[in-house]
């Protein structure tokens, strides 16, 4: 029995994005919460602690209870559903928080990146790219706008497609946006706000980034990349179809 429709394969398709909402049981959160408590250094029953507070990863991803909200619930299944069962490497999704900020202005970001691209502090090694098929962002808390919301541009991996067709993988500094979207065309971004248990998708060449926390709340997110397990042999190809290695997705 398929956890997808078609209509909301189709909406993956239009958007490169797709919001699900309770893809996690109350204990999945539950669970998913106690750990990241495990490392965050604030007292968890006073919110005026949590101000500018940290690490941003207080444990990894392989914790089993962050793994959980990937493999125990339909999210990973979900995925293969769209790229193709077997087809992608059973990982996990890090956590990514952001501590609300004591400075309170918030504008709204005016630009994303794709991941992938090398930067001097990132880790990713110069003249390389990562080649995600897709990705999943999972939050274990309630998260407003404004208060870190993860920030996508929808549509825009079609804009990258169509950029990539004539241009090499690596001529994306960085993975900005600039390179993409000429001076004064980049649109305007869409904030996923929702509650503890959503989680929404992502292209793996969807224009993304963080934002600013001015809420209470601590925006705990876990982000999980996911590249097929034969990207190595494709992510230089130029392909004339852009759902070639989608098998799920017509
Ligand atoms: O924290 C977020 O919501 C996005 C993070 C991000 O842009 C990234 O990890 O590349």
Redesign the pocket.
């Known amino acids: 029995m398929p956890h997808l429709t078609p209509e909301q394969k189709a909406a993956f398709k239009a958007n490169g994005a797709l919001i699900i909402r309770n893809a996690l049981t109350p204990a999945q959160i539950r669970d998913a919460r106690d750990a990241l408590w495990e490392g965050i250094a604030a007292d968890r029953d006073d919110p005026e602690t949590w101000i500018d507070a940290g690490p941003r990863v207080p444990v990894g991803g392989d914790h089993p209870a962050i793994r959980a909200t990937v493999h125990d619930s339909p999210l990973f299944a979900m995925m293969e559903e769209m790229v193709g069962v077997d087809a992608l490497p059973k990982g996990s999704a890090g956590p990514?928080l952001?501590f609300p900020a004591s400075d309170k202005s918030w504008s709204m970001p005016e630009r994303g990146?794709l991941?992938g691209y090398y930067t001097p502090t990132n880790g990713v090694p110069e003249g390389t790219v990562g080649y995600m098929s897709i990705n999943v962002?999972i939050y274990v808390e309630d998260i407003d706008e404004k208060g870190g919301c993860?920030?996508y541009w929808p549509g825009s991996h079609n804009v990258a497609y169509e950029y990539f067709k004539t241009r090499s993988l690596l001529s994306v500094q960085g993975g900005i946006s600039s390179d993409v979207f000429p001076a004064g065309t980049f649109p305007q971004g869409q904030q996923f706000s929702g509650k503890a248990g959503d989680a929404i998708f992502w292209h793996g060449q969807m224009f993304?980034?963080?934002?600013k926390n001015i809420n209470r709340n601590i925006r705990m997110?876990l982000?999980g990349r996911f590249s097929r397990k034969d990207a190595n042999d494709i992510r230089f190809e130029t392909c004339g179809d852009q759902w070639a290695h989608w098998e799920g997705i017509e």
């Open positions: 990514h952001v990146h991941d962002t993860f920030t993304h980034t963080g934002s997110a982000i």
